[in-house]
């Protein structure tokens, strides 16, 4: 699988920065369009919730642009049944990836308006999108290397972790320990060929954070894990 960008969308923020939401496609072959920015060409915002022992935080946010013609009504291409069809990235001038998600899905509906118009696009970061693939144990996960790695091969870029001395990212996980970790899972017969499964890959993550005690943020490219009892 080749990730390439189909459409990009470069703007400067009120402060200077010169930035560009990019938006990807697995085996895509043609050169990458770009569509005018909006007024407000992103937004994204962490969850509310204030229990700061949330085992996952996720994000949202919207992609805005100008629809100034039918070349540029894009939102038809882009619908899927996959959610992980079109990862999205922020980038600064420089190259570094400033956040990452996928397109969400969402219902789409056709405006009866003339053009230009301002197109909205729901975004969603990328352990929020990972609530809705599915892990089985066939997936392999061992350690939190593994599982990051796994999550990975839905990205055009490999995700890199950050985590605090209570854990120990090449920790190995008994498989005495599944029932620990997997608490949704649904035990069948190992003598058959069915398979261990839970409901997400982001409900394994939840369960590592949970046992361990941590809390995971996403920050650019990196998933970061703060422990419980640090200073935040």
Not at 17 to 37: C, E, F, M, R
Not at 70 to 82: E, G, Q, R, W, Y
Not at 99 to 111: D, I, N, S
Not at 203 to 231: I, W
């Amino acid at each position: 699988m080749t990730w390439n960008i189909r459409y990009t969308i470069p703007f400067v923020t009120i402060d200077g920065q010169h930035l560009t939401v990019n938006i990807w496609q697995a085996d895509y072959g043609g050169s990458a369009k770009q569509l005018t920015p909006a007024a407000e060409p992103f937004t994204t915002s962490e969850g509310t919730s204030t229990d700061l022992y949330t085992p996952v935080r996720t994000q949202s946010g919207y992609i805005r642009f100008i629809v100034e013609d039918a070349a540029t009504d894009i939102a038809a291409s882009l619908l899927s049944a996959s959610a992980t069809a079109h990862p999205v990235t922020l980038t600064s001038a420089d190259g570094t990836i400033l956040w990452a998600g996928f397109l969400k899905g969402a219902q789409y509906t056709q405006p009866w308006q003339a053009y230009p118009y301002q197109q909205e696009l729901p975004v969603c970061s990328v352990m929020s999108t990972m609530d809705g693939v599915n892990f089985t144990q066939d997936n392999g996960f061992t350690s939190i290397q593994s599982l990051t790695a796994l999550i990975s091969t839905y990205l055009p870029f490999d995700l890199t972790t950050i985590t605090p001395s209570v854990i120990d990212a090449t920790l190995q996980v008994p498989n005495t320990n599944w029932q620990t970790f997997l608490t949704e899972q649904e035990r069948k017969d190992k003598n058959t060929t069915a398979i261990y499964s839970v409901a997400s890959v982001k409900a394994v993550m939840e369960d590592f954070c949970r046992y361990f005690g941590v809390s995971l943020h996403e920050n650019g490219t990196a998933l970061v894990f703060y422990a419980h009892d640090a200073q935040y």
